[in-house]
């Protein structure tokens, strides 16, 4: 992500970004073989494209003369291997909640086994110096420590929703949590809600409606009361 971001312009990643849902749903069909109606596919178009228009409302290009260094096919390149990376793990991960008896707190547990010692390293390779001056928790206000447990919190939430529903519903559940951000920040940061954006949340709500929709069996007329 970091080197697609480098090479990309601000409209570009995150519209390059969005096709993780697209990925994530080919994953989906392909490694647990779920099947996806025409309408459902429709659905996950309107997705990404309502979740782009509403991140690209507020972006603010900057012109920069460091544009020339960029390039435009690595930045494409990285972005979606990132985009088939976020969509492969999310349903292998998937796959392993809903393919053994084992619980969501053991799978985290697993997890996080490997995650703390390479983000304890990371941390000590980049700050180290600070570290063994100030101490580790140097800096940890009630903010910090309430955020930590946010999304602490929400992680386990994503376990619970991947092990009951699948990746696709949590794709747009964080696409909806996007739309509330924006509306919430209204208030609290005097955010300006833009054509654009409402354009773009209209398209969200309505992809979530219609992946849920489920059309009527066909029945078939055997007889003909009326000639």
């Given at each position: ?40 596919w429709m659905s996950l178009l309107i997705l990404v494209s309502g979740v782009a228009m509403v991140q690209l409302s507020d972006v603010k ?62 941390t000590m390779l980049k700050d180290g110096g600070a570290i063994s001056e100030k101490g580790f928790f140097h800096g940890y206000d009630s ?85």
């Amino acid at each position: 992500l970091y080197v697609a971001a480098s090479n990309l312009d601000v409209a570009t990643y995150q519209i390059t970004y969005q096709l993780k849902i697209l990925t994530t749903a080919m994953f989906a069909v392909t490694m647990l073989n779920k099947k996806l109606l025409g309408l459902q596919w429709m659905s996950l178009l309107i997705l990404v494209s309502g979740v782009a228009m509403v991140q690209l409302s507020d972006v603010k290009e900057q012109s920069s003369a460091s544009t020339e260094e960029q390039s435009k096919l690595i930045g494409f390149s990285a972005a979606l291997t990132a985009c088939c990376l976020s969509g492969f793990a999310g349903v292998y991960f998937e796959k392993i909640l809903k393919g053994s008896d084992i619980s969501v707190w053991m799978r985290n547990v697993q997890l996080a086994l490997l995650s703390v010692p390479l983000g304890f390293c990371t941390t000590m390779l980049k700050d180290g110096g600070a570290i063994s001056e100030k101490g580790f928790f140097h800096g940890y206000d009630s903010f910090v420590w309430f955020t930590v447990m946010q999304n602490a919190l929400g992680g386990l939430l994503v376990a619970v929703v991947v092990k009951y529903a699948d990746n696709i519903l949590k794709g747009f559940a964080c696409s909806l949590a996007i739309i509330i951000t924006c509306v919430a920040s209204i208030f609290i940061f005097d955010f300006s809600l833009s054509f654009q954006f409402a354009v773009g949340a209209a398209l969200v709500i309505s992809s979530i409606f219609l992946y849920g929709y489920q059309p009527k069996p066909k029945q078939n007329n055997k007889t003909m009361e009326r000639i």
